[in-house]
Each structure stands twice: as C-alpha cells, then as structure tokens.
C-alpha cells in the first residue's frame, strides 16, 4: 500500500515539473532599452514598478513612491512621462484623476481626496542624451497594466 502511494506521488511530482518546465514563461518586460517607449531616444532602465500606487494626468504618472532624489536640491522626483506609443491607449482605457481646476488665480486638484487611484505594473525609464531646461532627470514609464483602487 506505502508503495503504490509512493509511486502515484512520484508520478504526479514528475508531471508537475515536466508541466512547468516545458510551459514558455513570457519576458518580465519585453521592452529592456526603453526604444519601444520612445523610438529614437536613449533611455537607461531605472526600475520595475509592481502594484505601485499612481494617479494619471494628461500626459504623465504622478506616483506615491520616490523615483529618484537626485540631483540634490531638485528632488524628490516622483512623476514620469507616459510613453508616446501608449497615448491614446491610456486616455482611452482610464480615467485621469489628476486634472487641475483653475478658479480665478487658484489652482487645485479635482479630486484630491483620491490622488493615486491607481495601481500600476510597468517600467520606468530615464530618458538620457536629451536637451533639458533644468537640471534633473526625466523619466518615462511603460505601462503594462493599471488597476484602479476604490
């Protein structure tokens, strides 16, 4: 009886592996030089953003946690770019909730009770080589996918 419960174990621990040995496990991102971001710009790989708290304007990601403090004095950076060929994806697919409302000489976010209703899987890139008017860095980031919170 132990033996035939050994053997039917061992079978079905040889099924697993060989189940997930040949199945083809895709790329943790499939864009590593930031060129699918933004053809025809150096970029440099900063980091892997997952589950990341983030609210989305009109042209960029706002996000919770610090990117970079460099150089000092002109940080903490916390907002990227989104990447050009995403675009219209992105404004058609989620809602930005970082718009600013503009009374009189005030401005103010629209909803600021709620300013990262987002989480987000991605790559952030910094955009290198590029005239710039101030010192600092700027960042790009590659959506893989979004998930709103509340």
Same mark, same amino acid.
């Given at each position: 009886?132990?033996?035939? *419960?050994?053997?039917?174990?061992?079978?079905?621990?040889?099924?697993?592996?060989?189940?997930?040995? @040949? =199945?083809? %496990?895709?790329?943790?991102?499939? =864009?590593?030089?930031?060129?699918?971001?933004?053809?025809?710009?150096?970029?440099?790989?900063?980091?892997?953003?997952?589950?990341?708290?983030?609210?989305? #304007?009109?042209?960029?990601?706002?996000?919770?946690?610090?990117? #970079?403090?460099?150089?000092?004095?002109?940080?903490?950076? %916390?907002?990227?770019?989104? =990447?050009?060929? *995403?675009?219209?994806?992105? @404004? @058609?697919?989620?809602?930005?909730?970082?718009?600013?409302?503009?009374?009189?000489?005030? #401005?103010?976010?629209?909803? #600021?009770?709620?300013?990262?209703?987002?989480?987000?899987?991605?790559?952030?890139?910094?955009?290198?080589?590029?005239?710039?008017?101030?010192?600092?860095?700027?960042?790009?980031? %590659?959506?893989?996918?979004? *998930?709103?919170?509340?």
């Amino acid at each position: 009886m132990y033996l035939r *419960q050994a053997k039917k174990l061992l079978a079905v621990s040889v099924l697993w592996l060989a189940v997930g040995v @040949s =199945c083809k %496990r895709d790329e943790p991102y499939a =864009c590593p030089d930031g060129n699918c971001c933004w053809p025809g710009l150096d970029f440099e790989f900063v980091k892997r953003v997952e589950g990341g708290l983030a609210g989305i #304007s009109g042209d960029g990601f706002l996000f919770k946690e610090i990117i #970079s403090d460099e150089p000092p004095g002109w940080g903490p950076f %916390r907002a990227a770019m989104m =990447c050009p060929v *995403q675009a219209s994806e992105i @404004s @058609s697919n989620y809602k930005p909730n970082l718009i600013y409302v503009i009374d009189g000489a005030k #401005s103010r976010l629209a909803d #600021s009770t709620n300013m990262y209703s987002y989480r987000v899987w991605g790559t952030i890139y910094e955009m290198v080589n590029v005239d710039k008017l101030a010192p600092g860095p700027i960042y790009t980031f %590659r959506l893989d996918r979004a *998930q709103k919170v509340n």
